[in-house]
Structures are given as structure tokens and as C-alpha cells.
């Protein structure tokens, strides 16, 4: 089934300390099915839900017939304007374990039909994950988790969220209890509280991706790029000789770096082909593992 429409349902549920996760829900207009299975989309560090390509990309799942929930995280830093890092307050204690709580949160807001559309029904045994660096790794640990996800894709995943402090970011930590990081793209300098480094390496046996992708049994795709400036290619690739599955593969896609070519705001009317055969591997992946 494919819709060469698509209906997308803005909202917001609580997180677990009552701050907002304002999510999209994406469906087709036109269904051919009384259930879909369900993709969460999931954002790295500094990212968010409407950055660069990333709306369209959902969409172009969405054609393929699935329905699609696209988030950002309660602690992103990114509130009403969707688009700015206009809550840096919240940024600065953005830990690990919060975002695997806010997936557990878009969970059970589908489950209870508080994410829901009128079009058709969300079918919960049919869940799949696809998440962008950090929130790649996050998507790992969710995936080892919770029993209803039946699927998994990355791009550009973390393997070892403890292996990227940096010495510098510890002792400012050790000093003052806070580290500076510029967000690339504006130049806004950011605070990083030692909340954050703590919750890491307090929790590493639940939080680590390269822990927890042991545990993973289902359909993984690990896609990542030769040239990645952010995230070697190789946390993809220790990633997948993790992982104990018997469909699982990894994709290295040449010639582009950490977000495949695109970046925001994304204004081209066509993908860039790094991008455009991340989707198209994503698209086949979900095809036959999840439908």
C-alpha cells in the first residue's frame, strides 16, 4: 500500500517529571489497512525532530505504509519554536536514562491511544526503531528493553556513549560541575552539567548500546558512513559484531559524512544520494522485517 498523501497529527504528552515530549504522528490519508506498524523516529545530540530532511524522510516511510511518530526529547533543549535551542536550561541535564524514558513514554501514550489517529489503528505489536547517532544508541537500549519492538535501524550510531567524554569535559565536570560544547550550526555556546556524565556511567550496564545490543535478537540494520567526522563508522561496525541476531546487516555508504549529506534547514527538492539510499535501505529493511 502506498499514499501519495499524508496526514500529520501534532501534539505533546508528558514525560515522566511532567515536561512535555512533543511528538508528530504521520499517517497515510488514504489506508488501505485497519492497522499499521509503527516507526519511532528518534533524534541525536543537538538534533530534533524537524531538523534538516529528517520531516521528510518520515514521509517517505510513511508512503510505504507504515505510521511514523517523530519526537523530540523532554530534555532536548528544543521547546515551542521546535526548531531553536530555546531551552538551554533543560539541555544541560539531557541524561541517557531520560531519553530511554521518553521512548518508553511515546510507548505507552500509543499503546493507551493517547497518540492515536482517527484514520486508523496503531498497531503496538509492530513497532520499529530508527534513531540518528545519539539517538541511535539510545534506540539500541529501548530495543533491548521493551518486548513490542520488533525492529531496528540506525544511522550513525554511538556504540559507547562512555567513550566520548573527553578528558577536558571531565575535569571542567570535576571543577566546576559543568562543561561548555558549541552547538556547530549557530554557534550557541551550551551548558552540559555533570548530572549528565554521573547517570552514564552510573547506569552503563542499562544505558550502553554496546551492552545491550547483545541482548538483541530481532531484525538490526546498522548503516553509517565512511567518512563520518562525528561518529566512526566503526561504532556501527562493533555494533553489528555485537549483536546476536540472525538478520542483522551493516551498510557503510561512501563518500558522505555524519548526516549523509543534508543539513538544516534543508530546502533542495531532492535528497542528496548518501541520504536518498539511507531511506531507501530504511524503507526495505521495515518492508520485510516489519509489515
Request: net charge negative; hydrophobic share 40%.
Amino acid at each position: 500500500m502506498r499514499s501519495s498523501s499524508i496526514t500529520k497529527i501534532k501534539g505533546e504528552i508528558p514525560s515522566g517529571e511532567g515536561l512535555p515530549i512533543r511528538y508528530d504522528l504521520l499517517v497515510p490519508t488514504v489506508v488501505n489497512s485497519s492497522s499499521l506498524p509503527v516507526i519511532l523516529f528518534i533524534h541525536g545530540f543537538k538534533g530534533f525532530k524537524d531538523w534538516g530532511a529528517f520531516p521528510d524522510a518520515c514521509e517517505e516511510l510513511v508512503r510505504s505504509g507504515f505510521a511514523v511518530v517523530a519526537f523530540n526529547m523532554s530534555l532536548s533543549g528544543v521547546g515551542k519554536s521546535l526548531t531553536e535551542f530555546d531551552e538551554p536550561e533543560l539541555f544541560r541535564r539531557e541524561t541517557l536514562t531520560q531519553d530511554l524514558e521518553d521512548v518508553v513514554s511515546i510507548i505507552e501514550a500509543i499503546k493507551t491511544k493517547l497518540i492515536s489517529s482517527d484514520k486508523v489503528s496503531l498497531d503496538t505489536d509492530r513497532i520499529g526503531l530508527v534513531g540518528h547517532s545519539r539517538g541511535g544508541h539510545t534506540a539500541v537500549a529501548a530495543a533491548a528493553e521493551y518486548a513490542e519492538i520488533q525492529c531496528l535501524v540506525t544511522w550513525s550510531a554511538v556504540a559507547d556513549y562512555n567513550a566520548r567524554w573527553s578528558d577536558q569535559m571531565k575535569s571542567d565536570w570535576g571543577k566546576s560541575g559543568t562543561t561548555e560544547i558549541v552547538n556547530s550550526r549557530t554557534g550557541q555556546i551550551l551548558q552540559l552539567d555533570k548530572v549528565v556524565y554521573d547517570d552514564a556511567i552510573s547506569n552503563a550496564d542499562r544505558l550502553m548500546a554496546i551492552k545491550r545490543v547483545q541482548e538483541l535478537y530481532i531484525p538490526s540494520l546498522f548503516i553509517a558512513a565512511k567518512e563520518d567526522e562525528a561518529v566512526s563508522y566503526q561504532d556501527s561496525e562493533q555494533l553489528f559484531r555485537k549483536s546476536p541476531s540472525e538478520d542483522k546487516e551493516i551498510r557503510l555508504i561512501a563518500g558522505t559524512g555524519h548526516t549523509f549529506g543534508i543539513s538544516h534547514p534543508f530546502e533542495e527538492k531532492d535528497f542528496p544520494e548518501p541520504f536518498a539510499e539511507v531511506i531507501d535501505l530504511t524503507e526495505g529493511w521495515f518492508l520485510e522485517y516489519l509489515k
